[in-house]
């Protein structure tokens, strides 16, 4: 086990071996290794064979080997070999062994690789010791450290002292470089000390460079560096290293090269990394190395290559740094894209302005740069007319293709369908003719969005995998980022949002680390836009709020794709004033430049959250939403207008204005958008169960594809349509639990639609109360108490019919039945109309009354007694079938809604007494069943002990609630559970069992005697 001090090697040997039998041997004698002969490990191997069990490995541990001679080292190896051949070895070293493994006799090294922390493991140590946790803190301190244990937990005490005013953990005077001076510098050989001095100052380090600059054994020493874990391979396997970042920072400090002596390390370095292909760090040397001038051959010969690799910010050093005279226009236009792939857009377009000099033919590669800018600062037809002045080379290349490409791409925005065709076909002509991987990638990217302006996606998908097949083979990252981005979006279009996410993460995380600002935020809409469909909404408003400044900084009106977003996440939140502010800021920053693509969700959301205060106006925005629409956004127009006519009261429009939804959603393979439309015909149908067949169908569809908070609000509004059934009730109950918890607010029914009708709630649990349209139903409003004890009665047969003549009987007993017949007519009558008192539904809606019997329809009706039981018995059947979760979510709101005993503001009518008891016999299963699927004994205790409250000489309730405080130790508790079931069982004279035989055990030590 080989690492340098603070990687936990002795804590890793401990956690590895276990329970393993173990001789651990370290202080004076491993340090004895050092001056010794092989006798003094012989006897401690004897040793340890006699005190070890014989029948099975032990383990001989030398913890903290010191550095041994080559000869000492060999010696150990050989006495070591000698040993029983059941024990095992581990050496313990901060000094790799110096000869080669195979020679050295060892079976396996383990090291750094094995020890390192990762980012989840550095957030845990934050968490433990320095709460509450920085997800960017720790990120920082990972990268810096490399993961290194004892590092970590230094940056971190670091970082905690230094409070809000963090400062470098490595800077002079911290404990971080006390201890690597003190445990790591310090154990190094001198020879090794001179290359750590050299490599702290570049970025990679590698053998062969080592050689270069004058270490004789630079291949040995950068070997013990990487074996030590002060350097860390740049590829897995690989033989380039570079310095764990706050090492290399002591490292410079601690040991100083003068200037003289770094520019000419630098100058070295600078020329083997240019032959060597490590472009990036040629640069930064020779910017370094006082001849800056030396850069321009790497610039000039390997500039696309830097900058499709990431390498902009080291074109923009490079170029910075060069002499007037070296700088060339070839030179000026890559410095002109190095600032475009950053995000400086102003200082782009001030070198393509200088080098467009007024000509009015532009050549194709600077054309095509020069109107990306304005593309992708979302001006799309500012880079027409700058791809328009491009002038085609005469021979094929890839600029040629480049300019068609984003020519294509911009008319794709302002949606020429024709224009962007022609200009796509022909880039993939020339693309051809070039032959190139970069030029098809370019190509096909172009191809990709005229097929999806003409709703082709199968043609989309396979040129989209065209592209991202050439742009890899290409090491294009810059193409690659924007094909899984434009992939990602399509995927979100067609429902496919797992997908979209793990084809848009990678994307992210490519442009971050390249410093491509423009694609960066383009990914991020995309990743959000996938989030939010997911119903995932922090989520979803953190990449939308993370795109937002980057494109202000850029002064891109792009920044209204995300302000879009936001407006979608507000307007779903029920936050109208906020996702109206969202949608009129993106509406500024798209309509002067005439992005169709982004105007169109824009003017269809505003138009949405307007709908309900002006209707007129928001008319004219959903209208102006369907003339502008492209192919992909004319769902989203069309479903705008057809909510607005909805709100408006123009059922026929809606219902009209939904189908042709439906096949522009069906075209582009939108489902999302499908089931919407499905929605809206729902919500714009007269008849319920038409209504109800297109909801349910919608509701699958987002399910389908894993649209939960859409799927929620579909359930919750199912649940509320006259005739819902008992499952939908219980799912709307556990939907709206979810979208609380998303922030989302449950939807009601529209005010204009088929459910144009009273809702009735009848609680019976507790005290028993009566709303209608979610207002309380006064004693006033009754004007006859014997209404309202008819619907007392009609309630505890829960549907059931009942006799008029029992009817009769109950509310006036021993009565004249002729007088009683007539009563009973005018007390339904005056319960009709407490119920239903516009009278919007036909008289048997709430209460039918065939001519013998009279019942509450409970289809029309939301009782709470028989809610509670339908949601208790689902909840039984989901335990049974092992569906836990869903079990105890359901049970829990069966629990709620238990809010006493049946009548219980009149207990003593015998009518009622069945429905009590079956009630709460049903309650003390549930809450027996909670308490059996608790997550926690608090909670286990809780419920127990409410059904104790019910039923206090339930011996079984009392033998689960000692039995689980028993179990948790909690043995107080437990003693005083026993005295009270035996004092419950004393009062009823019933012997009381013993705590063993009460709950079930054979134990019967702890039993209070006398």
Not at 156 to 174: I, V
Not at 487 to 507: H, K, N
Not at 678 to 686: D, I, K, Q, T
């Given at each position: 086990?080989?690492?340098?001090?603070?990687?936990?090697?002795?804590?890793?040997?401990?956690?590895?071996?276990?329970?393993?039998?173990?001789?651990?041997?370290?202080?004076?004698?491993?340090?004895?290794?050092?001056?010794?002969?092989?006798?003094?490990?012989?006897?401690?191997?004897d040793?340890?064979?006699?005190?070890l069990?014989?029948?099975?490995?032990?383990?001989?541990?030398?913890?903290?080997?010191?550095?041994?001679?080559?000869?000492?080292?060999?010696?150990?190896?050989?006495?070591l070999?000698?040993?029983?051949?059941?024990?095992?070895?581990?050496?313990?070293t901060?000094?790799?062994?110096?000869?080669?493994?195979?020679?050295?006799?060892l079976?396996?090294?383990?090291?750094?690789?094995?020890?390192?922390?990762?980012?989840?493991?550095?957030?845990?140590?934050?968490?433990?010791d320095?709460?509450?946790?920085?997800?960017?803190?720790?990120?920082?301190?990972?990268?810096?450290?490399?993961?290194?244990?004892?590092?970590?937990?230094l940056?971190?005490?670091?970082?905690?002292?230094?409070?809000?005013?963090?400062?470098?953990?490595?800077?002079?005077?911290?404990l971080?470089?006390?201890?690597?001076?003190?445990?790591v510098?310090?154990?190094?050989?001198?020879?090794?000390?001179?290359?750590?001095?050299?490599?702290?100052?570049?970025?990679?380090?590698?053998?062969?460079?080592?050689?270069?600059?004058?270490?004789?054994?630079?291949?040995?020493?950068?070997?013990?560096?990487?074996?030590?874990?002060?350097?860390?391979?740049?590829?897995?396997?690989?033989?380039?290293?570079?310095?764990?970042?706050?090492?290399?920072?002591?490292?410079?400090?601690?040991?100083?090269?003068?200037?003289?002596?770094?520019?000419?390390?630098?100058?070295?370095?600078?020329?083997?990394?240019?032959?060597?292909?490590?472009?990036?760090p040629?640069?930064?040397?020779?910017?370094?190395?006082?001849?800056?001038?030396?850069?321009?051959?790497?610039?000039?010969?390997?500039?696309?290559?830097?900058?499709?690799?990431?390498?902009?910010?080291?074109?923009?050093?490079?170029?910075?740094?060069?002499?007037?005279?070296?700088?060339?226009?070839?030179?000026r236009?890559?410095?002109?894209?190095?600032?475009?792939m950053?995000?400086?857009?102003?200082?782009?377009?001030?070198?393509y302005?200088?080098?467009?000099?007024?000509?009015?033919?532009?050549?194709?590669?600077?054309?095509?740069?020069?109107?990306?800018v304005?593309?992708?600062?979302?001006?799309?037809?500012?880079?027409?007319?700058v791809?328009?002045?491009?002038?085609?080379?005469?021979?094929?290349?890839?600029?040629?293709?480049?300019?068609?490409a984003?020519?294509?791409?911009?008319?794709?925005?302002?949606?020429?369908?024709?224009?962007?065709?022609?200009?796509?076909?022909?880039?993939l002509?020339?693309?051809?003719a070039?032959?190139?991987?970069?030029?098809?990638?370019?190509?096909h990217?172009?191809?990709?969005?005229?097929?999806?302006l003409?709703g082709?996606?199968?043609?989309?998908?396979?040129?989209?995998?065209?592209?991202?097949?050439?742009?890899?083979?290409?090491?294009?990252?810059?193409?690659?980022?924007?094909?899984?981005?434009n992939?990602?979006?399509?995927?979100?279009?067609?429902?496919?949002?797992?997908?979209?996410?793990?084809?848009?993460?990678?994307?992210v995380?490519l442009?971050?680390?390249?410093?491509?600002?423009?694609?960066?935020?383009?990914?991020?809409?995309?990743e959000?836009?996938?989030?939010?469909?997911?119903?995932?909404?922090?989520?979803?408003?953190?990449?939308?709020?993370?795109?937002?400044?980057?494109l202000?900084?850029?002064g891109?009106?792009?920044?209204?794709?995300?302000?879009?977003?936001?407006?979608?996440?507000?307007?779903?939140?029920?936050?109208?004033?906020?996702?109206?502010?969202?949608?009129?800021?993106?509406?500024?920053?798209?309509?002067?430049?005439?992005?169709?693509?982004?105007?169109?969700?824009?003017?269809?959301?505003?138009?949405?959250?307007?709908?309900?205060?002006?209707?007129?106006?928001?008319?004219?925005?959903?209208?102006?939403?369907?003339?502008?629409?492209?192919?992909?956004?004319?769902?989203?127009?069309?479903?705008?207008?057809?909510?607005?006519?909805?709100?408006?009261?123009?059922?026929?429009?809606?219902?009209?204005?939904?189908?042709?939804?439906?096949?522009?959603?069906?075209?582009?393979r939108?489902?999302?958008?499908?089931?919407?439309a499905?929605?809206?015909?729902?919500?714009?149908?007269?008849d319920?169960?038409?209504?109800?067949?297109?909801?349910?169908?919608?509701?699958?569809?987002?399910?389908?594809?894993?649209?939960?908070?859409?799927?929620?609000?579909?359930?919750?509004?199912?649940?509320r349509?006259?005739?819902?059934?008992?499952?939908?009730?219980?799912?709307?109950?556990?939907?709206?639990?979810?979208?609380?918890?998303?922030?989302?607010?449950?939807?009601?029914?529209?005010?204009?639609?088929?459910?144009r009708?009273?809702?009735?709630?009848?609680?019976?649990?507790?005290?028993?109360?009566?709303?209608?349209?979610?207002?309380?139903?006064?004693?006033?409003?009754?004007?006859?108490?014997?209404?309202?004890?008819?619907?007392?009665?009609?309630?505890?047969?829960?549907?059931?019919?009942?006799?008029?003549?029992?009817?009769?009987?109950?509310?006036?007993?021993?009565?004249?039945?002729e007088?009683?017949g007539?009563?009973?007519?005018?007390?339904?009558?005056?319960?009709?109309?407490?119920?239903?008192p516009?009278?919007?539904?036909?008289?048997?809606?709430?209460?039918?009354?065939?001519?013998?019997?009279?019942?509450?329809?409970?289809?029309?009706?939301?009782?709470?007694?028989?809610?509670?039981?339908?949601?208790?018995?689902?909840?039984?059947?989901?335990?049974?079938?092992?569906?836990?979760?869903?079990?105890?979510?359901?049970?829990?709101?069966?629990?709620?809604?238990?809010?006493?005993?049946?009548?219980?503001?009149?207990?003593?009518?015998?009518?009622?007494?069945?429905?009590?008891?079956?009630?709460?016999?049903?309650?003390?299963r549930?809450?027996?069943?909670?308490?059996?699927?608790?997550?926690?004994?608090?909670?286990?205790?809780?419920?127990?002990?409410?059904?104790?409250?019910?039923?206090?000489?339930?011996?079984?309730?009392?033998?689960?609630?000692?039995?689980?405080?028993?179990?948790?130790?909690?043995?107080?508790?437990?003693?005083?559970?026993?005295?009270?079931?035996?004092?419950?069982?004393?009062?009823?004279?019933?012997?009381?069992?013993?705590r063993?035989?009460?709950?079930?055990?054979?134990?019967?030590?702890?039993?209070?005697?006398?």
């Open positions: 086990m080989v690492a340098a001090a603070g990687y936990g090697k002795t804590v890793a040997v401990r956690g590895w071996l276990g329970d393993r039998p173990v001789r651990w041997c370290d202080g004076p004698d491993v340090a004895a290794l050092a001056t010794t002969g092989p006798e003094w490990l012989t006897s401690i191997g040793r340890s064979a006699t005190d069990p014989a029948d099975e490995p032990g383990w001989l541990i030398l913890d903290d080997v010191p550095r041994l001679s080559r000869r000492r080292l060999q010696s150990l190896l050989d006495t070999e000698q040993l029983p051949p059941h024990l095992r070895v581990v050496l313990v901060r000094h790799p062994p110096t000869l080669p493994q195979r020679q050295s006799g079976l396996a090294e383990h090291g750094p690789t094995d020890l390192r922390l990762s980012l989840d493991q550095v957030t845990s140590v934050l968490a433990a320095h709460s509450p946790t920085d997800p960017a803190l720790a990120a920082r301190i990972h990268a810096a450290t490399g993961g290194w244990p004892a590092l970590v937990t940056a971190a005490r670091t970082a905690a002292a230094a409070g809000p005013n963090r400062h470098d953990p490595t800077e002079p005077g911290t971080l470089e006390s201890y690597l001076v003190r445990e510098f310090a154990e190094l050989p001198p020879e090794v000390h001179r290359l750590l001095r050299d490599a702290a100052h570049l970025d990679p380090i590698h053998p062969d460079l080592a050689g270069v600059l004058g270490h004789r054994h630079g291949g040995r020493q950068v070997d013990h560096l990487a074996r030590a874990g002060i350097l860390v391979p740049v590829t897995a396997g690989g033989h380039t290293y570079r310095m764990v970042p706050v090492v290399a920072g002591v490292a410079r400090r601690r040991l100083p090269l003068g200037a003289a002596a770094t520019q000419h390390l630098h100058a070295r370095a600078a020329a083997w990394y240019a032959e060597h292909g490590h472009l990036v040629a640069l930064r040397s020779y910017g370094r190395s006082g001849v800056a001038e030396a850069a321009a051959p790497v610039l000039d010969g390997h500039g696309a290559e830097l900058i499709a690799s990431g390498g902009a910010e080291a074109v923009v050093d490079a170029y910075q740094a060069l002499p007037e005279h070296a700088r060339s226009d070839a030179l236009l890559l410095y002109g894209e190095a600032l475009q950053r995000g400086d857009f102003d200082a782009a377009l001030a070198v302005a200088a080098l467009d000099a007024r000509r009015e033919a532009l050549p194709a590669g600077l054309a095509w740069q020069y109107g990306l304005h593309y992708l600062r979302g001006e799309p037809q500012t880079a027409l007319e791809f328009q002045r491009g002038q085609l080379d005469p021979h094929p290349s890839t600029d040629n293709v480049r300019l068609l984003w020519t294509a791409s911009a008319q794709w925005t302002t949606g020429n369908a024709e224009a962007c065709r022609d200009n796509a076909e022909r880039a002509a020339a693309a051809t070039v032959g190139g991987d970069a030029a098809l990638a370019a190509a990217t172009a191809l990709a969005l005229d097929a999806k003409r082709d996606r199968p043609a989309a998908d396979e040129h989209h995998e065209k592209a991202l097949r050439a742009a890899e083979s290409a090491r294009d990252t810059i193409q690659v980022t924007r094909i899984r981005a992939r990602a979006s399509a995927l979100v279009g067609e429902g496919q949002y797992l997908e979209a996410l793990a084809e848009v993460r990678p994307a995380e442009a971050h680390r390249n410093g491509h600002a423009a694609m960066l935020a383009l990914a991020l809409c995309n959000g836009a996938a989030y939010f469909r997911l119903g995932q909404l922090a989520e979803a408003i953190e990449c939308y709020e993370r795109a937002v400044p980057l202000q900084r850029m891109s009106r792009k920044v209204a794709y995300p302000l879009v977003g936001i407006g979608d996440v507000h307007a779903l939140r029920g936050r109208a004033t906020l996702a109206r502010a969202a949608y009129e800021e993106a509406l500024r920053a798209s309509e002067p430049v005439d992005d169709h693509q982004i105007q169109v969700p824009a003017l269809a959301g505003l138009a949405r959250v307007l709908a309900s205060e002006d209707g007129a106006a928001a008319f004219t925005l959903a209208q102006r939403a369907v003339e502008l629409e492209r192919g992909p956004d004319s769902a989203t127009a069309r479903l705008a207008l057809g909510w607005v006519a909805l709100e408006i009261g123009d059922h026929e429009r809606a219902a009209t204005v939904a189908l042709m939804a439906s096949t522009a959603a069906r075209l582009h939108d489902r999302a958008a499908l089931a919407e499905l929605e809206l015909r729902g919500a714009a149908a007269v319920v169960d038409d209504t109800r067949q297109a909801w349910r169908e919608a509701a699958a569809t987002l399910r389908d594809i894993r649209s939960a908070v859409a799927a929620d609000r579909l359930a919750v509004l199912l649940s349509l006259p005739g819902a059934d008992p499952q939908e009730r219980v799912d709307a109950l556990l939907a709206t639990e979810r979208l609380t918890a998303a922030g989302v607010p449950p939807p009601t029914l529209r005010r204009h639609g088929p459910c009708v009273a809702q009735v709630t009848v609680r019976t649990l507790g005290r028993f109360e009566v709303y209608v349209d979610g207002a309380q139903v006064l004693a006033t409003a009754w004007q006859s108490r014997k209404a309202r004890d008819l619907l007392r009665i009609l309630a505890s047969r829960r549907g059931r019919a009942v006799p008029r003549e029992q009817l009769g009987e109950m509310l006036w007993p021993a009565q004249d039945p007088r009683v007539h009563r009973l007519s005018v007390a339904l009558s005056t319960l009709r109309g407490v119920l239903d516009e009278r919007r539904t036909s008289t048997d809606h709430f209460v039918i009354a065939a001519h013998p019997s009279l019942a509450l329809d409970v289809d029309h009706v939301e009782l709470d007694v028989e809610e509670f039981l339908t949601e208790a018995a689902h909840g039984f059947r989901l335990a049974e079938h092992g569906e836990t979760d869903d079990a105890r979510a359901t049970l829990l709101l069966a629990e709620q809604r238990y809010r006493g005993d049946f009548l219980e503001d009149e207990p003593y009518d015998d009518w009622s007494r069945p429905t009590r008891e079956e009630a709460r016999r049903v309650y003390l549930v809450v027996r069943k909670l308490a059996a699927l608790a997550p926690g004994v608090d909670e286990t205790v809780r419920h127990l002990g409410r059904a104790l409250e019910l039923e206090p000489y339930d011996e079984g309730v009392h033998g689960e609630f000692v039995r689980t405080l028993t179990a948790a130790g909690r043995h107080g508790e437990a003693a005083q559970a026993y005295r009270r079931y035996v004092e419950a069982m004393s009062s009823i004279g019933v012997p009381a069992r013993s063993g035989e009460l709950w079930g055990t054979v134990d019967t030590t702890n039993t209070p005697q006398g």
